[in-house]
């Protein structure tokens, strides 16, 4: 099975400064034959679905701003929130789909400082 | 649009069978590389992917409770079923099925069932 590990497990961030996310896998997600790496952040606000910011690792879903990037290869990765805004205070999922079973990560949480 | 959403009881006793409904729109579990998943969350806790089923009537299970899932579908229906076997409190949780096109790009409301005698 691979292992997802997510740090810092939360973190406070003054509005409009960046916010940086760590996801390490314990065995690369990267697919040797089409070269995408196997994972996705989502964004879980209090009382709502997890809704999916970030797939192949660096890809943005439709409609989601472009202060949210993700980056990395392999086994480590890294989602960025370039200016944290107010609506931005949620908890943050990564999660591999390279194989079954499907892991997430343990959340980290982001807050306003 | 695709939309889900997660029907069945909010209240089960330990040792139950739980069975949840996924009714979903906007797609079909008959087009290729399309599944269906199961994810669940217990308060204040991390996600726990607990199941899958594909466009070709395969299935996958969390490892840790295969013995006690079943996931099938009804195409004709637009539904997918998970069935969770010998209920106990700590299986208290926020249940979720989303739509699979790799990652899980589209997420029901999510319903919290509570395992209590």
């Known amino acids: 099975d691979i292992v997802v590990t997510q740090s810092p497990d939360s973190l406070a961030v003054s509005l409009g400064e960046r916010a940086t996310i760590n996801c390490k896998s314990s065995?690369?997600?990267?697919?040797?034959?089409?070269?995408?790496?196997?994972l996705a952040w989502y964004q879980q606000k209090s009382g709502q679905p997890p809704k999916v910011l970030i797939y192949w690792a660096s890809i943005r879903e439709s409609g989601v701003p472009d202060r949210f990037s993700g980056s990395g290869s392999a086994t480590d990765f890294t989602l960025t929130i370039s200016s944290l805004q107010a609506e931005d205070v949620a908890v943050y999922y990564c999660?591999?789909?390279?194989?079954?079973?499907?892991?997430f990560g343990g959340g980290t949480k982001v807050e306003i400082k | 649009q695709i939309t889900l959403k997660e029907s069945g009881p909010t209240l089960v006793k330990p040792s139950q069978t739980l069975t949840l409904t996924c009714t979903f729109s906007g797609f079909s579990l008959s087009t290729s590389g399309v599944g269906v998943g199961w994810i669940r969350q217990p308060p204040g806790k991390a996600l726990e992917w607990l199941a899958l089923?594909?466009?070709?009537?395969?299935?996958r299970y969390s490892p840790s409770l295969k013995s006690r899932l079943t996931v099938t579908r009804d195409t004709s229906k637009n539904q997918v079923v998970l069935r969770m076997t010998n209920m106990d409190p700590v299986d208290t949780a926020t249940y979720y099925c989303?739509?699979?096109?790799?990652?899980?790009?589209?997420w029901g409301q999510g319903m919290l069932v509570t395992v209590s005698s």
């Open positions: 999660q591999q789909y390279a194989s079954t079973p499907l892991t």
């Open positions: 989303a739509h699979k096109d790799g990652e899980f790009d589209y």
């Open positions: 065995q690369s997600v990267l697919h040797s034959v089409n070269g995408q790496n196997y």
């Open positions: 089923i594909y466009w070709d009537d395969d299935t």
